[in-house]
């Protein structure tokens, strides 16, 4: 059973104002949170700053795990990942070829490269109607890039269906001949304290250090529009926090009685409207003692469509193959593990 506290996220940002190390503040908000905060976008940064009217800088939960073997690959675009087996990477590449090329620009294909090299770019516009990518005929860094993009746009394009799709295609050869453009992958070392793997990054480029030497903690710099820099880890500074508001009951019951558990108990099952939603849930899901594990989306015979016992639209879906069967009788659970996508079951199985 998963219930859901919360009425829009998942999770509420604490401002800790006691100076500590980050360890300190990473043992601090476990014992009495969540964990040290994570940052999804720029929504979730927005909440971040709206919670503390402090001005200097805070920890936040990210930390740097130097060396290149640990650098990995993400998209810039929040809640676009990464996969090995969906690239367009040019033959012996990445490279890596002049140490440290963290960025990819695209011409044909992919290559790694500095990311202080200077190009063109194409931002992706989720929110106009007509065009959703968008050619900058200005030649700067990838990070400026990025900024620009974020700025003007969404952000730079990320994922193969805004950086390879045919609008891309047309648009990176409307000069008769492919260009050499940025788009929107980077790595780097950085991880998130709970494990997370969000690929939001914020740096205030003035004063980013990129981990070497003792610069190995996160901090946001609340008096600079709230961007990052790093920090030795050993300093001592106020902290954010989060607090999960998912509940995994490990009881097994049926839809009904799980719906009805959580009512009585907390305020609803879950209702997961969109990918962001989907890790927090997966972050509970996995410690389930079930197979599968209810969440608040019923199929309706008379309406002969799916809903959410929230009333939410059901737009975010994430259905295993031959997962959706429109039937009366069936509700969606969660998979345990693997790809923790969503399968109809019937009403009357039990599980957490």
Known sequence: VQCFVSTCYPYKYHFIREDKTWEEAQKYCRENYADLASVFDMADM??????????GKAWIGLFSNPGKENRMWHWSLPGVK?????????????????????????????????????????CY?????????????????????????????????????????????????????PMTVWIGLFRDTWRWSDGRNFSFRHWDMELFYDGQNNRKCAVTLLNRSGKWSSDECNNKNPFFCYDDKLILINENKTWKEALDYCRLHHTDLVSITNPHQQRWVERRAKNASSPYVWVGLRYSCVMDLWFWISDKLVCYENWADNGKIEECGRCAAMERGGRYQWVSQREHEKYN
Request: charged share 35%; with cysteine; hydrophobic share 25%.
């Open 125 to 177: 516009d989720k929110k106009r109607d007509g065009k959703s990518v968008h050619l900058i005929e200005k030649k700067i860094t990838w990070t400026q890039a990025q900024n620009y993009c974020r700025d003007h746009y969404t952000d730079l394009a990320s994922g193969l269906d805004q950086a390879d799709g045919e609008e891309f295609k047309i648009l990176k050869e409307s000069n008769g001949s």
């Open 82 to 122: 990464y996969t090995e087996h969906e690239t367009r990477w040019g033959p012996s590449e990445p490279d890596d070829q002049n140490q440290n090329e963290n960025c990819v620009k695209t011409r044909e294909n992919w290559a790694d490269v500095t990311c202080d090299q200077t190009m063109w770019f194409i």
């Open 46 to 55: 927005a909440r971040l700053r709206e919670s503390t009217e402090y001005e």
